[in-house]
């Protein structure tokens, strides 16, 4: 069974492209600007279980800062070992080493293997699953085992990870001696799950099985739900709840609230809602492909369908970003989608579009249609890429579409709770695995091709081997060359993904009268592909187009975009503006031009848009007495006077100075 983080060694990128551009950053500039800060947060350190200062921090309730080291640490080493396949480099190499030692070094003679509950709190073990992340910090110990033994080749990692899951396993699980409990924080059950994909651990298949079917169980412990029996177990008042709760039994937020066949809509924190249900379609994936069969698919992709059509719908920026509630990190009531804090919301975390990518990865699997590959690409290119300076070393946490003066566009070194970074760090280490999903039986071979890039996967079917590469400017121009390299004897079907924004449009040449469009994919047959193995594609609709989200909303606003790609202005292009374009606006007849432009500093070229749009004029409600009345007659409002208008593409924000002004989407007149 594939997964990206496994495949992508089979993928290279060997010419100019974006993804390439960011990758080489990231391998060269972000994975040792993270290496530095893990050193100087003492979280580099944090396996020789020593006793540091901040672990003395008790301020912070109920997850203090250190509770999720673990998790920052194996994000990091997972990353590295990816970028160390493709390019290496003795210094991350020296440090992934020492910290697999020390990550050894810290595994208690049972099994166990937490920093926080072996040196900080050690009679605290299991008491808080909902809130402290023990499991959570096992899962991203698993995948970074999985990284560390696909890149060095041994099981060095993987012994221990696998005796700690079998511990897990002994403490939780549906027998009536152990926990019904599941991770507060899901992503152990992808990590599982990938565990036993690579190893057949039957402990890993039967937790993740478990942790999954048995969230949001009313009664699952002794009669309740497993979270209100453990705060009972610790003696807690039922009105002791974290900031993120809502009310002390709205269980939404961990989306425990009700078992996930039945929760009609996405809920709660963002990014545990994403890894939770990668891993539901994770496991979906091991019975389509013949791995392990599981008699609950159909309901549980049904669930699936459901909640994703409910998020892109209803609960997603324009960007791919999702999470509208700065309170819980996550989703607020459906289209509650304002662009800025000073507007009441827009949280936008970039870990929780990575997890829309890796949910959309695994959904292609089960259902090849190009609405997921849209939203993957749509959220890698706009709401996670701006997450990364083009320096390699600066962050965005949280991602609105439009500055405050509470909030300005701009990013950091490093944050408290460093989630982000190392996930953009192990993203990019792996992302030729996300490109393409390919595989076959005897003489009949497939390739899924889902993004578009310079690049090329070779990979074996039986005694073909197959090599398929493709040539373009994405995402700035839509023309792909492909070269197919298989056997004659090989019967070799491709489908390209034609985009939901190029409208049904495109050229294939040579042209294929067989050729069929089914579920957003060009599905090129044998009879073409044995005799055209150099053909191209070109994708219509690059040019700029205006974009308005759902009238429920009540965001009157438009936005640029072109291609795969979001706009926005800054004040840098546009320096007049004061006030964080709160005033500036658009008609959806306003023509719009294009031409070329770069970043010197980084040499970094792109596409600008130029158009005219208007300023409104707040004079009037300047002027007016105060506390006379809330609103004014029409007469009384807006003068318009006219402003050119220069936008840059989303992911380039806060990269040349300025105020830290930007909008995406401008008031639509």
Known sequence: MSHPQTLFTQTSFHGPSLLRSRRTTVARSTVKAQ?????????????????????????????????????????????????LAEEYDAEVDAAVREIADMIRGAQQDDGYLNVYFTVIEPDKRWSNIRDQHELYNAGHLI???????????????????????????????????????YPGHPETELALLRLYTATGNQDAYELARYFVEERGNPKGQD?????????????????????????????????AHKPILEQESVEGHA???MYLLTGVADLLCLDELGVKSYEHRDKYFEALTRLWNNMVDKKMSLTGGIGSMYQWEGFGIDYFLPQSSDEGGCYNETCASIGVIMLAERLLHLDLNSKYADIMELCLYNAVMTGLSLEGKAFTYVNQLASSESDKSQREEWFDTSCCPPNVTRLFGSIGGYIWDYGGTGKDVFVNVHLYATAEVTFQVGEQQIVLEQKSNWPWEGNILFQLQAPESANVTLRLRIPAWARKQYTLTPSCKTAKLENG??????????VNQAFSLDIHGFEPRYLSPHPYTNQRTLTLARGPLIYCVEDVDNPWEQDHFRNVGLRSDSKISEEEAEIKEFSERYIALRSVGWVRKMDDWAQRDAGVEPGACLSQMEEAEQRELNFIPYFLRANRGGKGHMRVGLLRH
């Not at 039922?238 to 900031?243: E, S």
């Not at 090129?524 to 044995?530: C, E, F, K, N, V």
Request: charged share 30%; glycine share 4%.
């Open 223 to 255: 009669g309740m739900l497993y979270y209100e029996w453990e705060r009972q177990q610790r003696g807690d008042s039922p009105w002791k709840r974290p900031d993120s709760y809502w009310m002390h039994d709205t269980h939404w937020y961990n989306q």
């Open 521 to 530: 994919y060009l599905s090129l047959p044998p009879s073409y592909t044995s």
């Open 143 to 181: 995948e970074a085992a999985l990284a560390h033994s696909n890149y060095y080749k041994n099981d060095f990692l993987v012994k221990p990870i696998e005796k700690y899951v079998k511990l897990i396993r002994s403490v939780f699980g549906p027998e009536p001696d152990r926990r019904h409990a």
């Open 271 to 273: 990014v545990r809602a």
């Open 35 to 83: 290496l530095r800060k893990l050193k100087d947060t003492g979280r580099y350190d944090c396996f020789n279980l020593k006793w540091q200062p901040v672990y003395d921090d008790k301020s912070r309730w109920p997850a203090p800062p250190s509770l999720y080291w673990d998790s920052d640490v194996a994000k990091w080493l997972e990353g590295a070992c990816y970028l």
